[in-house]
């Protein structure tokens, strides 16, 4: 079958399902369900970090996982603070917290705060570990921190209850390495569905305090908060186009031995 | 080529690998004090290492407007968007409201996501193709692929409750156990690539010298 | 606005045109993407980075920043032909310093953790079958000897583990990239035209 054919096929079937959008039911996972209490058993007044640990590429799959995670601190009243390893993810975060916070009524410098961006991941982890202040002396827009209620609380990871890394490479690796390893801090990575067989390891030896997996992990999150949104209104379209690949893998493999057999039969 | 200066660069890497190993063992004011200042000194000197790549591609294409007629339009949009860029941002702050976050916002991460989600097709396209269960660590791959691919969404679910559990075993039993042992590897690699840069071995940052 | 969603719609469409094969309207995009990323990591890098932890300090008398920024000055040699060399020296230190840094935390979390909870977990069937999975996996890409025999036997165990990874690993690949396909798709259809 030519390429664009299957590329029109794909677009057809996805578009399809989008304007019909069946609605199919969300199970919601362990390790959904995991990240979701522990979040959920924190005081209001404690303080989470939301590293944003990805490029704008992969903002339609776990843009919507971000948004969830800091509606549900909001909800909580846990102060967030925000920053990003990844140039891309400095300015998406501060956009996602800006919007997520003002819906919520939250105020800047004391609900939340919004750090910047280090490209230099091992020196900023392992940093924070000694001095937040260090790393980070000013904001994303460039005021020091110190003159913020919630910079003066927020010294170290000690003053830290969890870390998410939302990212779509290996960033959460040197969180477990530096400041797991290190400073003991807890570590919760929400991915991209493509880095999860390589996160598996960390979340069996206890390494990772949790892990939420891209779309579905965003709809399994929306469906516990109550909030069917970006992350639910995909998983129709999804399974179709996984039906779609299953289908067409199993067609090019029936394909293929048909035609084994037939040259096989013609000799 | 250089050999005083190659010297001390090769002295200044051992120095400071040893430094920063033995300091995540050993605690003492002068250690801590020195760790946190060579931790920030990292950030500045990647920063300019940055810029000087950013350099570099603007560079590139400056030539490619002098020496390739067929190509230079596309770099004069380039360096175009990287001026307008630079001066949305250096002149308009980027705060929300600014015209280099609206940029951001509606140009540049809409584009980075388009150019991505195009994989959505080459990936279709290649799974039909490629993927033939010609052997049996093939038929094992594909098998594992399609239980995963379709367990994992919600019409997995209502094909069969057998096949989510079942994704989950695969992902967190076998697959796990392939990843853990290259995990393994991995580690242990890298560990004697970073000896062999403390050591002064691997100098690829010398330019292979 | 309308407006915006147009132009954003527009050059998601231009992208878009490279399935059909390759024209100037995605060179153009291309282009541009690349160099909004550009002008994008330029103000970030100076702003987020440069001006206050290395300029402001200075400005402000504190001898701190000195030698960063001398080392961060040695690196713009590099474009100079003579001088190139001596940005060897502030690579060096980042690169060294890295390299430390991993030593104990790669070997604690890539390696001690892993093979401690590979051995700790080993009480359960699904335990004992990763333990065997792990062993047999390492087995393989030991090259330094003959994959003959019961060792032989146990690389190919190791293979077929491997492959059970790689194609739970597909189909993730395809989960993330279909997503990124469907936000997409969304914008164009719900935001843009509005049929959704």
């Known amino acids: 079958m030519q390429r664009r054919i299957i590329f029109a096929l794909l677009a057809i079937v996805v578009i399809a399902v989008m304007l019909i959008k069946p609605r199919l039911p969300i199970t919601v996972t362990d390790s959904t369900r995991g990240v979701y209490d522990q979040i959920e058993a924190l005081d209001s007044g404690a303080v989470i970090m939301l590293s944003f640990d990805h490029e704008a590429s992969s903002l339609p799959e776990i843009g919507p996982i971000g948004a969830a995670i800091a509606e549900h601190c909001f909800r909580r009243g846990i102060s967030v603070v925000g920053l990003a390893l990844f140039s891309e993810g400095n300015a998406l975060g501060y956009d996602l917290l800006s919007r997520r916070a003002a819906d919520a009524g939250r105020t800047y410098g004391t609900d939340w705060m919004y750090l910047g961006f280090r490209p230099q991941y091992t020196a900023a982890i392992l940093g924070m570990g000694e001095n937040i202040g260090d790393v980070f002396a000013t904001d994303y827009n460039g005021t020091p921190i110190t003159s913020f209620p919630l910079g003066e609380r927020v010294r170290t990871y000690d003053d830290i209850a969890l870390v998410v890394s939302i990212a779509d490479g290996s960033m959460p690796t040197y969180w477990i390495e530096y400041a797991a390893n290190r400073y003991g801090e807890k570590i919760i990575a929400a991915l991209s569905a493509v880095m999860v067989t390589s996160f598996t390891p960390y979340l069996e030896s206890g390494q990772l305090a949790g892990i939420l997996t891209g779309l579905k992990g965003a709809a399994e999150y929306e469906q516990l908060l109550g909030i069917p949104k970006a992350g639910t209104r995909g998983m129709a379209a999804q399974s179709a186009a996984h039906v779609l690949i299953a289908f067409l893998v199993l067609w090019g493999n029936v394909d293929a031995w048909r035609r084994r057999k037939s040259d096989g039969t013609k000799r | ?209 | 606005m309308m407006w915006e969603t147009t132009i954003t719609a527009l050059l998601t469409l231009a992208i878009y045109t490279i399935l059909v094969g390759d024209n100037p309207l995605y060179k153009f995009a291309e282009h541009l993407l690349l160099g909004l990323t550009i002008g994008y990591s330029l103000v970030i890098t100076v702003k987020s980075i440069l001006i206050p932890q290395a300029i402001t300090p200075m400005a402000e008398g504190s001898l701190a920043a000195v030698i960063p920024i001398v080392l961060g000055s040695v690196m713009f040699l590099r474009v100079h032909a003579k001088l190139a060399g001596w940005s060897q020296i502030p690579l060096a230190l980042l690169i060294g310093a890295g390299a430390g840094a991993a030593i104990p935390a790669m070997m604690q979390a890539r390696v001690l953790k892993q093979v401690s909870a590979t051995i700790s977990g080993s009480g359960t069937l699904d335990g004992v079958i990763i333990l065997l999975g792990v062993i047999v996996t390492i087995m393989y890409f030991v090259f330094t000897r003959p994959h003959s025999g019961g060792w032989g036997k146990a690389a190919v165990a190791g293979r077929y583990f491997m492959m059970i990874f790689f194609g739970a690993t597909f189909a993730y690949t395809v989960m993330s990239r279909m997503a990124l396909l469907i936000g997409r798709l969304e914008f164009l259809l719900a935001d843009w035209l509005g049929v959704m």
């Open chain 2, 1 to 209: 080529m250089n050999p005083l200066r190659d010297r001390l660069a090769i002295f200044t890497a051992t120095a400071a690998g040893v430094f920063m190993t033995v300091q995540y063992f050993v605690s003492a004011p002068w250690m801590d004090a020195t760790y946190r200042a060579i931790l920030s000194w990292m950030q500045i000197i990647f920063a300019c290492a940055l810029i000087v790549g950013i350099g570099a591609v603007i560079k590139n294409h400056l030539t490619k407007i002098q020496r390739k007629p067929n190509e230079r339009y596309y770099s004069v949009v380039l360096l175009v968007a990287v001026a307008a860029m630079a001066i949305a941002g250096f002149t308009g702050g980027i705060d929300q409201g600014s015209s280099f976050l609206w940029v951001f916002n509606h140009l540049q991460a809409p584009m980075q996501a388009t150019v991505f989600s195009l994989l959505a097709f080459y990936v279709t396209s290649a799974a039909f193709r490629g993927f033939r269960a010609r052997s049996i660590e093939s038929a094992i791959l594909i098998g594992a692929g399609l239980i995963v691919l379709i367990g994992r969404v919600p019409i997995g679910e209502l094909l069969t409750p057998h096949l989510p559990s079942t994704a989950d075993w695969i992902v967190n039993v076998p697959a796990l156990a392939a990843k853990r042992a290259i995990l393994i590897g991995i580690g242990l690699g890298m560990v004697a690539t970073a000896l062999k840069v403390i050591a002064g071995v691997e100098r690829t940052y010398m330019g292979g010298r």
